[in-house]
C-alpha cells in the first residue's frame, strides 16, 4: 500500500515537472486574430533617481522624460493622416517597485496619452525593470496586430523582481522574435542593457533631455513607424501566426 502511494505521488509530481517544462518550452500565443497594425507597449521609469535634475536641465528626469515621450508621440498623428490603414495603439506602463498600467494599449488617441503622461505618478522606490517586460507583454498579444514593440526609458538598473536579462531573452525565444524590445538609458550606461542584442533589440544611451528626444525619435519613427509602412510598400506580406 505505502510503496503504491508513493509511487503515485512519483508519477504525479513527474507530470507537475513535464506540465512546468512543456509551459516553459511553448511559444506565445495571440488572444485574438490578428492584422496589420503595431502596437506599442511604452514604460517610463519613475524610481526615485527620476527626481534628480536631468543633466543639462534645471528638471527632474522625469519631467523632461514625459516631455520626450510627448514630442515623440506627436509624430503619430502624421503617421495616421499617410496611412489610415494601419492602426497604431499605444499602452502607457510605469515602474518603481512595483508597475503600473496607466493606459492599457489601445488605438492611438493624443489627448489620452497627454493626460496620462501629464499623471505620471511621482518617483519613488526601486526599479522593477524586468516585471514591467512581463506585465506589458501579454497586452501585447491581446492588441489584434501582427507588429510588437517594448520601448522602455530607465535612468538605472534593475534592483526589483526578475532580471530584465532573464525577462527579454525569454520573451525574444517564446515570441520567435515578434516582440521587439528597445531602451533609451537616461543619464546611465547602455552598457548595462548590451544583453538587448543578443534578444532581437537594441538599446541607446542618452546624456541630457535633447539626447533623449533625438533617441526617443530614432527609435520611434527610425523604426517602429518606419517599418511597417516601408515593408508593406515591397509587397511584403504580415507572418501568419499559427
Not at 209 to 234: H, M, N, S, T
Amino acid at each position: 500500500m505505502l510503496a503504491c502511494q508513493a509511487n503515485g505521488r512519483r508519477d504525479r509530481s513527474a507530470q507537475a515537472r513535464a506540465s512546468r517544462d512543456a509551459e516553459s518550452a511553448a511559444t506565445y500565443q495571440a488572444e485574438v486574430e490578428e492584422g496589420l497594425g503595431a502596437a506599442v507597449a511604452i514604460l517610463v521609469d519613475t524610481s526615485g533617481s527620476m527626481r534628480d535634475e536631468a543633466p543639462g536641465d534645471s528638471r527632474p528626469k522625469y519631467v523632461v522624460a514625459q516631455e520626450a515621450l510627448e514630442a515623440m508621440l506627436d509624430a503619430t498623428d502624421a503617421f495616421v493622416a499617410k496611412r489610415p490603414d494601419f492602426p497604431i495603439k499605444i499602452g502607457i506602463y510605469s515602474f518603481s517597485s512595483h508597475v503600473r498600467t496607466l493606459r492599457s494599449i489601445q488605438p492611438y488617441d493624443r489627448a489620452a496619452i497627454r493626460s496620462v503622461l501629464a499623471g505620471l505618478p511621482r518617483p519613488g522606490g526601486g526599479t522593477a525593470i524586468g516585471e514591467a517586460l512581463r506585465e506589458a507583454r501579454p497586452d501585447l498579444y491581446r492588441a489584434g496586430v501582427f507588429r510588437k514593440y517594448v520601448l522602455v526609458v530607465t535612468d538605472g538598473e534593475n534592483t526589483s523582481g526578475r532580471s530584465p536579462d532573464e525577462v527579454a531573452r525569454e520573451i525574444f525565444q517564446k515570441s520567435d522574435g515578434a516582440v521587439q524590445i528597445y531602451f533609451v538609458a537616461f543619464d546611465t550606461s547602455p552598457e548595462k542593457f548590451a544583453f538587448l542584442k543578443e534578444a532581437g533589440g537594441d538599446v541607446i544611451g542618452a546624456g541630457t533631455g535633447v539626447e533623449l528626444r533625438q533617441a526617443l525619435d530614432r527609435i520611434y519613427q527610425g523604426k517602429i513607424l518606419a517599418e511597417a509602412p516601408d515593408k508593406l510598400e515591397q509587397g511584403e506580406r504580415e507572418p501568419v501566426k499559427k
